[in-house]
């Protein structure tokens, strides 16, 4: 299926490990010319070279800076048209803000929990929205978290701040929709990646579990019985940027392997 990206410009926000990289890599593979962001500029140029080596003739660039800083993303915006003249597809994408219980945390944690991960999806999509107004094309793809429609224990910062971009992007949605610019969410659940690593053993630990098993714990509460891989992100990431989901829009879609047990 052609999804038409060829020389469609992508931004790909956290781009430099786990599904961001794969993200990155599955819009390259489908001819896009794609813009890797992350803080860390050495991760970030080990992932553009792997992309490089894995999709042979993909455009691909880097560009290190953190997203929580106010002026980010002006300059995200910035470096993908000064070097492609255009952007189509934005995939906003930040780390986990750290574990806690909601009455252990203090302000500093819930306010910088929001800056990770709700206002930079505001920046981001305060620039990224009129240069996709101007070529009448626009996808706007949020990663966020399956816990902003089933709580995890433990992770309340992160439930907390991307639910409120997923209220941001339904408001969003309805804004742009006639301009030809779709806004939707995928929620990953038990994805195998290194910050899900990260996450089980700081649960097992705060738990008492034995955290060498905690892994496979997660894979058994999946109905499928196995964690999902960042390539299967990749894919609805890449339709979703597609022309072929030009109807989609104002979207939370789980990828989770049948672990979220809402029926709505």
Same mark, same amino acid.
């Given at each position: 299926?052609?999804?038409?990206?060829?020389?469609?410009?992508?931004?790909?926000?956290?781009?430099?490990?786990?599904?961001?990289? =794969?993200?990155?890599?599955?819009? @390259? @593979?489908?001819?896009?010319?794609?813009?890797?962001?992350?803080?860390?500029?050495?991760?970030? @140029?080990?992932?553009?070279?792997?992309?490089?080596?894995?999709?042979?003739?993909?455009?691909?660039?880097?560009?290190?800076? $953190?997203?929580?800083?106010?002026?980010?993303?002006?300059?995200?915006?910035?470096? &993908?048209?000064?070097?492609?003249? *255009?952007?189509?597809?934005?995939?906003?994408?930040?780390?986990?803000?750290?574990?806690?219980?909601?009455?252990? %945390?203090?302000? $500093?944690?819930?306010?910088?929990?929001?800056?990770?991960?709700?206002?930079? /999806?505001? *920046? %981001?999509?305060?620039?990224?929205?009129? &240069?996709?107004? @101007?070529?009448?094309?626009?996808?706007?793809?949020?990663?966020?978290?399956?816990? /902003? *429609?089933?709580?995890?224990?433990?992770?309340?910062?992160?439930?907390?701040?991307?639910?409120?971009?997923?209220? !941001?992007?339904? !408001?969003?949605?309805?804004?742009? &929709?006639?301009?030809?610019?779709?806004?939707?969410?995928?929620?990953?659940?038990?994805?195998?990646?290194? *910050?899900?690593?990260?996450?089980?053993?700081?649960?097992?630990? !705060?738990?008492?579990? $034995?955290? &060498?098993?905690?892994? =496979?714990?997660?894979?058994?509460?999946?109905?499928?019985?196995?964690?999902?891989?960042?390539?299967?992100?990749?894919?609805? /990431?890449?339709?979703?940027?597609?022309?072929?989901?030009?109807? %989609?829009?104002?979207?939370?879609?789980?990828?989770?392997?049948?672990?979220?047990?809402? /029926?709505?």
């Amino acid at each position: 299926m052609d999804l038409g990206l060829r020389d469609r410009v992508a931004v790909v926000c956290g781009a430099s490990q786990g599904m961001g990289r =794969a993200i990155a890599a599955g819009l @390259a @593979a489908e001819g896009a010319r794609v813009m890797l962001v992350a803080r860390n500029a050495e991760r970030l @140029a080990q992932a553009a070279r792997a992309i490089t080596a894995q999709v042979p003739g993909s455009t691909v660039a880097s560009l290190a800076l $953190d997203l929580t800083s106010a002026d980010s993303a002006t300059k995200v915006v910035e470096a &993908a048209q000064q070097r492609w003249g *255009r952007l189509d597809v934005l995939v906003t994408n930040t780390g986990g803000p750290p574990p806690g219980q909601p009455l252990e %945390l203090d302000d $500093d944690k819930f306010l910088l929990a929001y800056q990770q991960n709700f206002m930079n /999806v505001v *920046r %981001l999509c305060r620039q990224a929205v009129p &240069a996709m107004r @101007a070529h009448g094309y626009g996808r706007v793809i949020n990663v966020l978290a399956l816990s /902003v *429609r089933q709580i995890e224990d433990n992770l309340v910062l992160s439930s907390t701040s991307r639910l409120g971009v997923v209220a !941001y992007a339904r !408001y969003l949605a309805e804004q742009v &929709a006639a301009e030809g610019i779709t806004v939707n969410n995928v929620l990953p659940g038990s994805i195998h990646t290194e *910050r899900l690593e990260q996450v089980s053993h700081m649960q097992a630990e !705060y738990f008492g579990r $034995d955290p &060498a098993s905690e892994i =496979a714990l997660r894979a058994q509460r999946v109905p499928m019985k196995r964690l999902g891989r960042p390539q299967e992100m990749a894919d609805l /990431v890449a339709f979703l940027a597609s022309e072929r989901a030009a109807f %989609l829009t104002g979207l939370s879609i789980p990828v989770d392997g049948g672990q979220l047990r809402s /029926v709505l």
